[in-house]
């Protein structure tokens, strides 16, 4: 019987043989030493492999040792091209999860007691919030509305426009009294906030008070790459932020209160 035959040498258990076929279907074999002197003979041996109508083959090296490779038509019709490479388990095993720094552990996001804010004398009822959250308003039900309920109950004052604004409010007054009176401004960074007005104005302000120290400023990325949002602000795409693709809203929030709870934050 006519055969392609690949001496792979030693190879390591956990190991995977590939097999690259062009033309036919055929019958791919991968076999120890003693199995393959048994298949060359024609008596019964045993093997990894079928009949294989696809290309690549992926075969598993059951354990350490010698093997062989033998690639026949037998029962089959036509003819085929094949190679063979392997490669390394090690190659196949995934690297350790990317576990970012928790928001707490970077001392830029941690005020110092000291710097705590005092309510602004244009804040009648002198409140102080912990959170102060921007973003457009299409972005309210898959995220800004489950993160300004998760951050509530987690025990912050969130300044929130459903929260605070009331028919008759003056929207730009009302803006300017919750960013001046927040210490942690979230911004909510997506497609539909890019060119918005009212959150262009909040971003200014957001900016300006995190540049002179007196906020700590945490966008949060959603359906946007960095691409994206280097083309909208590059000082922004470098800062720290998270991302709704790798983050859950829970998380996010989570985080937030976990810096804003801190001894020194407070």
């Known amino acids: 019987m006519n055969f392609t035959h690949y001496n792979l040498g030693h190879v390591e258990r956990g190991s995977v043989v590939v097999v690259t076929l062009s033309g036919s279907a055929a019958n791919v074999r991968l076999m120890d030493g003693s199995n393959f002197n048994s298949y060359k003979a024609g008596r019964r041996h045993s093997y990894v492999g079928g009949l294989a109508k696809r ?23 036509g003819s085929v091209r094949s190679g063979v490479q392997v490669v390394p388990g090690a190659a196949l095993t995934p690297l350790p999860t990317i576990n970012e720094a928790p928001l707490r552990s970077v001392p830029t996001l941690v005020r110092d007691a000291d710097d705590d804010l005092a309510p602004p004398p244009e804040a009648p009822d002198g409140r102080v919030f912990d959170v102060f959250i921007s973003h457009a308003s299409e972005d309210k039900d898959e995220v800004v509305r489950p993160l300004a309920n998760a951050l509530r109950e987690a ?93 859950t809203v829970e998380e996010i929030a989570a985080e937030i209160a976990d810096v804003v709870r801190l001894p020194n934050a407070a």
Request: aromatic share 10%; no cysteine.
């Open 55 to 77: 290309s690549p083959v992926r075969l598993p090296v059951p354990r350490s040792g010698t093997w062989h490779v033998a690639i026949d038509m037998q029962g089959l019709r």
């Open 155 to 247: 025990g912050l004052s969130v300044w929130y426009d459903e929260f605070e604004l009331r028919i008759g409010d003056s929207l730009r007054r009302k803006i300017d009294r919750g960013l001046g009176s927040s210490r942690f401004g979230v911004v909510v960074l997506s497609q539909a906030f890019f060119g918005k007005g009212w959150p262009e104005y909040e971003l200014d302000g957001l900016v300006t008070r995190a540049v002179s120290g007196e906020q700590i400023l945490l966008p949060i990325w959603h359906n946007v790459s960095k691409r994206e949002v280097i083309g909208y602000s590059a000082s922004l795409a470098d800062r720290l932020a998270r991302s709704t693709a790798t983050h």
